[in-house]
């Protein structure tokens, strides 16, 4: 028996919660309504997450444009250091794409080493003639003119 008698000591829950109850406040529905209030903070708790997810990838959005933006501009700013790099040098269009490097000495250092190549190029090549140095030069009198006769004649002493 003194386990009934202890276990009659012991309140069990159900017991306490049916004693406040006599009290005049019902918990069940104080419960119920706390439920509904948790469900209804649940719904505007997800749809704030979703909004705030909408807003993240927006977000996300502008930044990739301003890197995309960010990295067209430092690639036209390299493309300008290299035009103005290749328009001091004189380099014609045709060797533009020779001309590369990383920064302003790199680019100064190809286009220098571009502008050598061509003028090494450029240079006439000593190509062979018709006429020979010791020789002399082309003939300044037609052959066929009076002009030739008028020479022999006086290179022969004849007037």
Known sequence: MSESAA???????????EAPAQEGTDWKAEARKWEARAKENSSAASKLAEIEESKKSETQKLQEQLAQFQERATQAERDRERLAVIAK???PEDYHDLVHGSDGESLEASAAKVKA????????????????PSE????????????????????LGIA
Do not use: C, M, W, Y
Not at 7 to 17: H, I, K, L, S
């Open 117 to 132: 190549l061509i003028t090494a190029n450029a240079q006439p090549k000593n190509e062979a003639s018709f006429v020979i």
């Open 136 to 155: 002399g030069g082309s003939p300044s009198l037609a052959l066929n003119g009076d002009g030739i006769e008028s020479a022999l004649r006086k290179a």
């Open 7 to 17: 276990a009659e000591a012991a309140p069990t829950p159900a017991a306490t919660v």
């Open 89 to 91: 040098h004189g380099i």
